[in-house]
């Protein structure tokens, strides 16, 4: 009997390739500056985040120990990212990612305590209210990504499925947040006599192609593996930390 070959990735296949992704990126902004193709590719690393936050959420089978995990680890990352960030142990003016991250896994989670409740009305007013917490709770707290990145875990959240509009929207909203609101660099591009400019931030959407090959699959998965996909974190940030101080 044959075996229809099926390309598609899992959760295993995205934690490692967002992983190499962030690693590249992280890798120009402090050892190697001035190779913007590693920023470029690095540019694909948080939707994959986002999008494997919002899953794991759904596949945990103890949200108060997956919350207590991030946790855990957005503090033993914080001496880490500060050192990244601003050449210190000490550097309130922003927070790492996995702060980002918690913000977002309490809206989700806020969300669907109300949609047990069954009521539209009221699930519409907490869905509108969480996207105005996004933006409040992501400034206030200075997180990485800030609000931009806790509404683009809202967005995988808002419309995780695989129904085509689905796809559309998340494809809309995710140009939106990181052509519009990130925006920043921009790369001038001429071809055939006419001149084009890319948003540099906006390579992120080619993040869509290995989610949108997400088929449920976990994938090899046991304790060690996952808190590797934990550690990597704050392991890979001290280690650049140390190297750009000396």
Same mark, same amino acid.
């Given at each position: 009997?044959?075996?229809?070959?099926?390309?598609?990735?899992?959760?295993?296949? #995205?934690?490692?390739?967002?992983?190499?992704?962030?690693?590249?990126?992280?890798?120009?902004?402090?050892?190697?500056?001035?190779?913007?193709?590693?920023?470029?590719?690095?540019?694909?690393?948080?939707?994959?985040?986002?999008?494997?936050?919002?899953?794991?959420?759904?596949?945990?089978?103890?949200?108060? /120990?997956?919350?207590? /995990?991030?946790?855990?680890?957005?503090?033993?990352?914080?001496?880490?990212?500060?050192?990244?960030?601003?050449?210190?142990?000490?550097?309130?003016?922003?927070?790492?990612?996995?702060?980002?991250?918690?913000?977002?896994?309490?809206?989700?989670?806020?969300?669907?305590?109300?949609?047990?409740?069954? /009521?539209?009305?009221?699930?519409?007013?907490?869905?509108?209210?969480?996207? #105005?917490?996004?933006?409040?709770?992501?400034?206030?707290?200075?997180?990485?990504?800030?609000?931009?990145?806790?509404?683009?875990?809202?967005?995988?959240?808002?419309?995780?499925?695989?129904?085509?509009?689905?796809?559309?929207?998340?494809?809309?909203?995710?140009?939106?947040?990181?052509?519009?609101?990130?925006?920043?660099?921009?790369?001038?591009?001429?071809?055939?006599?006419?001149?084009?400019?890319?948003? /540099?931030?906006?390579?992120?959407?080619?993040?869509?192609?290995?989610?949108?090959?997400?088929?449920?699959?976990?994938?090899?998965?046991?304790?060690?593996?996952?808190?590797?996909?934990?550690?990597?974190?704050?392991?890979?940030?001290?280690?650049?930390?140390?190297?750009?101080?000396?």
């Amino acid at each position: 009997m044959k075996h229809r070959f099926k390309l598609e990735t899992t959760s295993m296949s #995205l934690h490692i390739m967002a992983m190499l992704f962030m690693l590249c990126d992280h890798l120009w902004a402090t050892v190697v500056p001035g190779n913007d193709w590693l920023t470029c590719v690095g540019r694909l690393a948080f939707p994959i985040f986002a999008f494997l936050i919002v899953e794991g959420y759904f596949h945990t089978s103890n949200l108060k /120990r997956y919350i207590g /995990r991030l946790l855990l680890f957005a503090v033993l990352s914080e001496i880490p990212f500060n050192l990244v960030m601003g050449s210190s142990i000490f550097y309130p003016l922003h927070q790492n990612v996995l702060w980002t991250f918690l913000i977002a896994i309490l809206l989700i989670h806020l969300n669907e305590k109300t949609k047990a409740k069954g /009521r539209f009305w009221l699930r519409l007013t907490v869905e509108f209210t969480s996207v #105005l917490l996004a933006f409040i709770l992501g400034l206030i707290t200075m997180v990485d990504y800030h609000f931009a990145g806790v509404l683009t875990v809202l967005v995988f959240y808002f419309f995780r499925g695989r129904k085509w509009w689905n796809f559309l929207a998340q494809a809309i909203l995710l140009a939106y947040i990181n052509i519009e609101i990130l925006s920043g660099y921009v790369y001038e591009v001429t071809l055939f006599g006419n001149t084009y400019y890319l948003v /540099r931030q906006g390579l992120a959407l080619l993040a869509l192609i290995p989610i949108w090959l997400y088929r449920g699959k976990q994938g090899p998965h046991n304790k060690m593996l996952q808190y590797f996909y934990y550690a990597f974190y704050p392991v890979h940030l001290l280690i650049l930390g140390l190297i750009q101080m000396f």
